[in-house]
């Protein structure tokens, strides 16, 4: 089992940037890749950006890609996002997820474990 805690969200002006954490507990986490979703109201849940085990293979969504980084600290079992250049439409409950595969994948499907989420809010 793992167990993922988000955090670092809030309600932040287009334009800003927002760094959001998940910290892993469980098991191995340098053998985890790591995803982030995100799900506005009313839509399904969407892929934000995923990371392979060693941290060198990322693969983003068009609508991130130049803005947010995914990056993770395996000392420290922590994924982070870092969003920049927000806009309105990135608002949403942004989610992290965990699966013992070593490749990133854009399915959540493709993912076994989940935080709770945490809300992100950008106004405009």
């Known amino acids: 089992q793992v167990q993922l805690v988000e955090s670092g969200g809030g309600l932040v002006q287009a334009g800003d940037s927002l760094r959001l954490s998940c910290a892993a507990s469980?098991?191995?986490?340098?053998?985890?890749?790591l995803g982030w979703f995100r799900q506005a109201p009313g839509k399904e849940r969407e892929f934000v950006a995923a990371?392979?085990?060693?941290?060198?293979?990322?693969h983003y969504a068009d609508s991130v890609k130049g803005r947010f980084t995914i990056s993770r600290d395996n000392a420290k079992n922590t994924v982070y996002l870092q969003m920049t250049s927000m806009k309105p439409e990135d608002t949403a409950v942004y989610y992290c997820a965990a699966d013992s595969g070593l490749i990133p994948v854009a399915t959540p499907g493709g993912y076994d474990y989940w935080g709770q989420g945490t809300q992100v809010t950008v106004s405009s």
């Open positions: 469980g098991r191995t986490f340098s053998n985890y890749r």
């Open positions: 990371i392979g085990w060693s941290g060198d293979n990322t």
